[in-house]
C-alpha cells in the first residue's frame, strides 16, 4: 500500500512537470481585427494558441532561438521557462542559420521579392514592384527583420498566408509562423533582441 502511495505521487509529480501552460491571446490592432473576416484559418489559429514550456535552450532571457531541425522557434522568458512556437524553415537548398539582432518590425508588412527569388520562379515576376500588406500577402501580418553587424541579412521572421506549410522546410530561408503566433511574439520582442538559428 505504501509502495502505491509513494508511486502515485512520483506519477502525479511527474504528470505535473509534463504539463503546458498556453499563453494568453496576444493585443490585436484595429488592422488585424479587419483581416480576420477576411482570413478562415485566423479564427482558428486564435483558439490554439502556443505553449510556455521548461526552456530547453538554456539561452538568456530574451533570446530567440530557432531549431530548425525540430521546426520550432523558442522564445526564452524568466525562470527557465520558453514559449515554444511551430515554424516553417528554408528548404535544404536555402536554409539559413547563424546570430542576427531584430532590427526592424513592421504590421502587415509591404513584401518585395529578391531578384534571386524572381530568377527561380518567373511567376513572382509581376511582384517585383512589391505588394501590399494583407491576407494575401506572403509576409502575413507581421514581420520582424534580422541584422548582422548592422547590414540587412535579408531574412525574416513573419507570418505567412499558407499556414499548412507550418513544421515543413518550405520557405526561401526565412521563418514562418502562423500569424497569431507572429503576432504574440511581435508583441514581446523589442529591436535588438538577439536572434540565434541553428
Not at 129 to 155: C, F, H, K, S, V
Not at 179 to 185: A, E, K, P, Q, S
Request: some cysteine.
Amino acid at each position: 500500500m505504501k509502495q502505491s502511495i509513494v508511486l502515485a505521487l512520483a506519477l502525479s509529480s511527474l504528470l505535473g512537470a509534463c504539463q503546458y501552460k498556453t499563453v494568453n491571446a496576444p493585443a490585436l490592432s484595429a488592422r488585424d481585427a479587419e483581416y480576420i473576416a477576411l482570413v478562415p484559418t485566423f479564427q482558428h489559429e486564435i483558439t490554439h494558441l502556443p505553449y510556455e514550456i521548461a526552456d530547453p535552450t538554456g539561452q538568456a532571457p530574451g533570446t530567440i532561438y530557432i531549431d530548425t531541425r525540430e521546426k520550432y522557434l523558442y522564445y526564452v522568458l524568466p525562470n527557465k521557462k520558453a514559449i515554444r512556437y511551430g515554424v516553417a524553415t528554408g528548404d535544404e537548398a536555402f536554409g539559413w542559420t547563424g546570430e542576427a539582432i531584430i532590427q526592424r518590425k513592421a504590421e502587415w508588412p509591404r513584401w518585395t521579392p529578391p531578384a534571386e527569388m524572381i530568377a527561380r520562379w518567373p511567376h513572382l515576376a509581376p511582384r517585383a514592384g512589391g505588394m501590399e500588406g494583407g491576407p494575401e500577402n506572403p509576409l502575413g501580418a507581421r514581420a520582424l527583420y534580422l541584422y548582422q553587424n548592422g547590414r540587412d541579412t535579408l531574412y525574416r521572421i513573419h507570418g505567412t498566408n499558407e499556414p499548412e506549410t507550418i513544421g515543413r522546410a518550405a520557405s526561401s530561408g526565412c521563418i514562418r509562423m502562423r500569424n497569431i503566433d507572429v503576432i504574440d511574439l511581435f508583441n514581446r520582442v523589442p529591436n535588438g533582441t538577439k536572434v540565434i538559428v541553428v
